[in-house]
C-alpha cells in the first residue's frame, strides 16, 4: 500500500507538469499600476507573441516557446518592425445595387495588441473641392458607419494614435479593417533578450508564472476573444 501511494503521488507530480504546449493569449490578472496591459498570446505551432503596454509607451516581442523543467522559456526572433511602425488597412469593395447610395464600414483596431479601438474619428472628405462630407466615431466593437455620398477620401484620428490618410473609390459599397499605429515609443524585444520563468499550475485557461525573483508567483488568465 506505501509504494502504492508513492507510485501516485509520482504519477500526478508528472501529469501536473506534462504539459508543454499552450494555446491562447493568456493576460495578468492582477492589477498593477504600473502597466496597462501584460499578455502572451500563445499559438498551436509552438510561436508566441508577447505584448506589454504602460505609461511610458510599449514593449513587444514573438518567437518561439517552450516549457521544460518546470520553466518557461520564451525565446525571441529578431523583430521585422517595418509592419508594426505604420498603419495596415484591408478593403474590400461591393457594387451598388439598384438606387443604393454608397456606404462605408470602418473597424479600427490597435495594430500591436489586435484590441478594438472605440471613440477613434472617423472623417469623409471631398478632396477636390476640401470639403468635409460625413464624420463619425467608432462604437465600443471599434466599428463607423457612414455615407460615402461624393467623398474619396477618408481620415482617421485618435489620441495616442498616428492620424491616417486613406483615399477611397466612389460609387461602391466598402469595408475597411484599419490598424493604428500607436505614437508611444516601443521596445521591440530581440533574440538577446530571451527569458525564462518558473511556471506551475498550468490549465486551459490560467497558469502561475513567477516574473520576478523578490516577487511571489503571478495569476495570468486566458483572454477570450
Known sequence: MKYWFVFIFILSTVLTNAQTRLDGKYCRADDNPWYESDCIKFNQNGTFEYVMLHCTGATEGSGIYTIQNGNLNLNF??????????????IKQYDLTDNQEASIKVTLFDILDSSKIQFAKVVLYDSLNNSQINEASTDSLGTANLKIEKANQLTISMVGYKKLIIPIPINKNLKLEVGLASTVRTRYLSAEDSMSFPIKRIKDDKFLLKRYENMDYLNYEIESD
Open 77 to 90: 526572433l529578431n523583430p521585422d518592425t517595418l509592419s508594426k511602425t505604420d498603419g495596415r488597412v484591408g
